[in-house]
């Protein structure tokens, strides 16, 4: 389960990062990587862990950032927020045909669970409630580079 | 009225499914098992100002809905729900039940949940819809 914010086509975001150079990758890497951790801190706070789970607590835990990337080049920004995958399929077997690759998925979309503890869409909500905040989030991070630099 | 129930008065005269029959407000029941639900999951405020002025609240609101079909054989839950979404996805400007809905987008094509513990295919797609407040 997996959600990302992309940035691109913005030739000027694109302008001004080649123009300081470095260290406005050097800003900005931390600052979506700190945002990224946000939405990750609320999203376990919501993430289902049943007691008829087959390694209860393994999906929040699986919960990661994937390190940005920031191309110049195609003019894009991408930060990913991440749950289930590796960590999960190695442990789980959920024990019903077809299931063992969509155990994050179901939980995360199924709205016909009923959890004890969490809940479905337990990534989209906090991702969405903090999207707004991103660009805000990269033009400070221009900001502190500009007069860094 | 919420969003769940204005889409499923919208789609009930264009699809083979019926209202309270087979076509529900969700979330889905456990019966009967060849079946579509509409849930409405999630609300956001909207930031279209432009409807009004730059102080008052904005004259649109954000939901989103998951629309849920439920078949024992895979192709049908297929078939069904890629015919959902062809009525939903970009459809834009209608109005439902009174209400305005601006534009309704889905994340992509329906995909599969898998099955259930009954064996059921289960494809879904979630949708993003622009609608007037209220």
Redesign the interface.
């Known amino acids: 389960m997996r959600f990302r914010v992309e940035v691109t086509g913005y030739r000027e975001l694109a302008e001004a990062l080649a123009h300081m150079g470095p260290n406005a990758k050097k800003r900005l890497r931390p600052k979506m990587i700190a945002w990224g951790e946000r939405v990750l801190a609320n999203a376990k706070q919501l993430v289902p862990v049943g007691e008829d789970d087959p390694v209860p607590g393994l999906l929040r835990e699986s919960g990661r950032v994937v390190r940005p990337t920031i191309s110049l080049a195609k003019q894009k920004l991408v930060l990913s927020v991440v749950f289930g995958g590796d960590p999960v399929l190695r442990n789980v077997r959920v024990g019903?045909?077809?299931?063992d690759n969509?155990y994050a998925?179901?939980q995360h979309?199924?709205?016909?669970l009923k959890h004890n503890d969490g809940q479905?869409?337990f990534l989209?909500?906090p991702f969405?409630?903090a999207a707004?905040e991103f660009p805000d989030m990269i033009l400070d991070a221009l900001d502190e580079a500009a007069n860094a630099g | 009225m919420p969003a769940e129930a204005d889409l499923v008065a919208y789609l009930d005269p264009l699809v083979s499914e019926t209202a309270g029959i087979n076509l529900f407000e969700?979330?889905?029941p456990e019966a009967p098992d060849n079946c579509v639900a509409l849930?409405h999951?999630?609300s956001?405020r909207s930031?279209d100002y432009v409807m009004s002025a730059s102080l008052s609240a904005p004259g649109s609101e954000l939901v989103?809905v998951?629309l849920?079909v439920r078949n024992t054989v895979k192709a049908t839950a297929i078939a069904r729900a890629a015919a959902y979404h062809a009525l939903l996805d970009n459809l834009q400007s209608v109005t439902i039940a009174g209400r305005s809905y601006f534009a309704i987008e889905s994340d992509g094509e329906p995909y599969?949940?898998?099955?259930?513990?009954n064996y059921r295919w289960?494809y879904?797609s979630?949708y993003h819809i622009r609608k007037a407040r209220g």
Not at chain 2, 112 to 117: K, M, N, P, R, V
């Open positions: 019903h045909r077809h299931s969509l998925l179901k979309e199924d709205l016909t479905a869409k989209e909500r969405m409630a707004p | 969700g979330p889905m849930t999951y999630g956001q930031d989103d998951q849920m599969s949940l898998g099955q259930d513990l289960r879904i979630n």
